[in-house]
């Protein structure tokens, strides 16, 4: 069975430019959670969808956006980077049941952004 | 802003011996969830435990949790220079929101 997949692996983006990262789940995984990890912050939660819904959002700008496709699929997006911005960014899935409630969360390799 | 703390923050042994880390933090959860990162790559998944559990285990892998005093502990029985790893405790408060422990950085000498 194939882990998270994220793409790309590495990016280097100039402050002002916007940038587009992807995650493809486990299959059958239908919740999507991101986080940013930086040496000062640590592992810091961005926001979680579940079935193109987003159910659960960390306190980051508004700058920082995501959305779930149809096949679980995700995307996230952050508009106007800044230096601080400079990030690994890390995917994770997980299976849910019927009450919403999710188990392991699985984690993709990351991708990671340089702002210059 | 982190909910969980970790200590030690480093823990160097040799090979063979055990290694113990522990976890505290602030709020109820839902589960805890221990993960092991090497060098800045993605996060493995080692194991999780439920709040309504007291102990699990996991081949080389025991956690322990105590929901009265919030805590958490993980212990690597004979440890192996391939343990070499940060490990991070995170509780799931509720919709796959995983919120992380400062991490404990592993050495393992051969």
């Known amino acids: 069975k194939a882990g998270v997949t994220q793409t790309p692996r590495y990016l280097i983006k100039t402050r002002g430019q916007q940038v587009t990262l992807s995650c493809s789940p486990i299959?059958?995984?239908?919740?999507v959670s991101w986080y940013q990890q930086t040496p000062g912050q640590g592992l810091q939660f961005l926001f979680e969808?579940?079935?193109?819904?987003?159910?659960n959002k960390g306190n980051f700008p508004g700058r920082f956006s995501g959305r779930q496709f149809s096949n679980s699929r995700s995307e996230m997006n952050v508009s106007t980077l800044e230096l601080g911005d400079s990030a690994l960014y890390l995917c994770?899935?997980?299976?849910?049941?019927?009450f919403g409630v999710g188990t392991e969360a699985f984690f993709g390799q990351g991708t990671r952004l340089t702002v210059v | 802003s982190q909910q969980g703390e970790e200590d030690p923050q480093a823990l160097s042994i040799q090979e063979g011996e055990n290694a113990t880390m522990n976890c505290s933090y602030k709020?109820?959860?839902?589960?805890l969830q221990w993960y092991r990162q090497n060098s800045g790559r993605g996060l493995v998944h080692l194991i999780l435990i439920r709040s309504n559990e007291r102990e699990k285990h996991s081949g080389r892998l025991r956690v322990t949790l105590d929901t009265s005093k919030k805590s958490s502990s993980l212990l690597i029985t004979a440890s192996r220079a391939a343990d070499t790893a940060s490990y991070f405790c995170a509780t799931d408060t509720g919709f796959q929101k995983l919120v992380f422990g400062t991490g404990t950085r592993l050495l393992v000498s051969p």
């Open positions: 969808y579940f079935s193109e819904t987003q159910r």
């Open positions: 994770a899935s997980s299976l849910v049941d019927q």
């Open positions: 299959s059958g995984h239908r919740s």
């Open positions: 709020t109820s959860i839902n589960n």
